[in-house]
């Protein structure tokens, strides 16, 4: 490194960190330059580089000083979290298996579109994402998810999160002031829906989906819904709810929006195609490689009606001007090589056998207690006793490293409702599954204790 | 492909397409079995998920019709917009050179992030972005920008475009109004600060960057600012300058909103450091991977005051629940690895000498046009005698294949101040340039002439 960019930096720390108060004055470049050993030139070039960065000040022919600014803020430090200690059970729900993540499959799949990449791939994407990404998706979500779309009627974006953000965003310009949503769902235990400003107007989840009746009156412009395995009951949207929603959605000329979180993953039968294909002018659709592949890759998608695909892509440009189109090249290779659905064909073999290691291990451990949810999806549901302490047993179990979701923080109201737990079943190892099953039994039946203590006091 | 997921694609795409239409009956699946030679158990398969899936009806002892659903949509063909034509020489300001990105480096870089990263990085990432990477460009951003950061600070985000919003957003949410920007500037030309909804107050420029005087009394919360090298115009923001902004900021407690959109590239001498390294509790400093990398990648970086830090994180979680955390391992990786300083310096030979030829080819063609912003950045200006249709020119020189911008659409009111032309030189190859300016020289030329004319008459 040139000396006087040593010297430079060196000075320009002393007074970023106060040690150079402003005000204070400088030797002369010829005095410093003879005692630090240097050619006067050197500290006559640092001089002026401070002096162009407004870390100094120099009169002519007058001496140096260091110049007048807010006081020197020393940088506090701030701890960065410590690294959190990961649960000895891994058990909340939505949550895919990393170790199964095909590595070698998506670095090469990234090699390839890197190398075959044009030139002006490397440029700001298009509004949408990339073309061959939109053409590869289309394909295969008209195939595996029976859905009704083109490539020009999808739009990318940062993972499902952004997705949600922007068609809220896109129906509030359209006037639409409250949402109908699942109760319990999705809406209430994160922040997407909720940070767009739209008022949520909660609808029951009954074993048949969302309960379509009570829409009517409800002045909603828009519904959310999760058809394929209701998020988080794991209920199917019935056939007749589904011709109902679609025929309300009509009548009100109001939009359906459809997340198909898991739509791939459902074990004793084919998937449940997508809302989608039924009324693609009706029905907005969501869906992202968040629980395909992994959350990190940060890929969604959104299938629009025609008329709403350019109000959707200028909230895309407005938002961050696009996502990454390599990652979108990659996507778009990673499909049409068959990586997804080998993988997914892989996935679900495991996550079935899984699922159904977990439920036989509770109905031993936890007889009479009822389980829900299991035909897709990546968790089912424990219900619980009525009156049961469903946050104490939550954290009870934490406290064990046993991390599971409880059904309340998805509910409008908390307090309403009858507990039950959410056992993701996707990251335990075979081994694991009856460990955890018989801690969590544990930790179950120790509340169930209590419970009857509490009725007879 | 089993046969019952055969018979039900096709009967699926016969509805969605409308070729079989609400309420028209199927034979029944002893009938449609026969005369299919399929045996009765596959066409109660399909019939039983395309019921499933709300296709279908079905009653009791009773025969299948297709449901009742609004009118098929025949989805209309929209074309795919065609290839655009690649310009014959592209002058367009702010665009790197992609011929130059570091595909192999990238990749390797991909490839050791993608081996070395725990599970855990394939999950959600923290709210500012994946940790090494903050830590790295902290490092390398406070040693080469001369900024003052720690990784606590950081919120990666989704380029320059995504960071800005957030900022605005969360200005907006401190009840700031009003924000001052540049004239001419990239406000004007963007929709990135206007899409916030801010309202934007135009502060003009001159040869040492904003007018910093002009801020007193104007109301504003915030103020927008490129003052490395300011874009459009090149200026420099002067020593004085910088210290009087930083004045006002703090006596008006402003903020100030940092671009360093290209203060990486400076080619007669150092660069001069950032405006945050004075102040990092009163400057907002945004950053980017598009001009030293590629636009595609979509990496930028907000460095937040400490006040600011919580809310701006947040809004990144509502936003999109964070972007790529592979992306930004690989970026952490490239940056370790010490190939973005060889590939900066590698870029900053090969641009300077693209700049200096431009610049000798504009000099010698058109002889009395001044040349301005050459000292740093990836463009230069060629001012326009005044009175001369810039638009006229812009588009002549584009329907010759010369893309070029003007200084109009960055100004607050296009029709004032004197024209002038923007010039990236980055695309262009050795050869390209002495073509492409005496071209440009021909079309400016003519336009002379249409001036000379029309003051005659």
Partial sequence: MPLHIQLERALREAIQKGRLSPGCMLPSTRVLGSELGLSRGVVVDAYEQLVAEGYLCSRRGSSTYVANRAPANNLPIIQVAAAVKPPLY???????????????QWLSAMRRAMHAAPEMAL??????????????????????????TTADRIVLCTGFAQGMRLVCDTLKARRVRRIAVEDPG??????????????????PVD?????????????????????????????????????????WAEKQDAFVVEDDYDGEYRYDREPIGALQGLSPERVVYLG?????????????????????????????LDADRGSSGIDQLALAEFIEGGHLDR?????????????????AALSR???????????????????????????????????????????????SQPRAGQPALLLGYCRL????????????????KSFELVNRRSRNI
């Fill in 90 to 104: 891994d058990l909340r729900p939505g949550r895919p298996d990393h170790s199964l993540f095909p590595r070698r």
């Fill in 123 to 148: 440029d700001y994407p298009d509004a949408g994402g990339a073309l061959p990404a939109r053409v590869a998706l289309a394909a295969y979500l008209n195939r595996s998810r029976a859905t009704v």
């Fill in 186 to 203: 999705h809406a209430y235990e994160s922040a997407d829906v909720r940070a767009s400003g739209l008022e949520l107007v909660p609808v």
């Fill in 207 to 247: 074993d048949s989906g969302i309960c379509v009746g009570q829409l009517a009156g409800l002045k909603v412009g828009a519904v959310y819904v999760t058809p394929a395995h209701q998020y988080p009951t794991g209920a199917v949207l019935s056939p007749e709810r589904r011709t109902a929603l679609l025929s």
């Fill in 288 to 316: 992202s490689a968040s629980k395909t592949l992994a959350p990190a890759l940060r890929i969604g998608w959104v299938l629009s009606p025609q008329s709403l695909i350019q109000d959707l892509s200028q909230a895309k």
């Fill in 343 to 359: 993988y997914l064909r892989r996935t679900r073999l495991i996550y079935g056998r899984r699922r159904a290691q977990l439920a």
């Fill in 365 to 411: 451990r936890l007889a009479g207690y009822s389980i829900g949810g299991v035909a897709a999806g990546l968790h089912l549901t424990l219900a619980l006793p009525k009156h049961t302490d469903e946050t104490g047993i939550v954290e009870e179990a934490r406290r064990r490293g046993i991390y599971v979701h409880g059904l309340r923080s998805y509910r």
């Fill in 429 to 444: 190892t075979d081994a694991a599954i009856d460990e955890s099953a018989s801690a969590l039994a544990t930790v179950v």
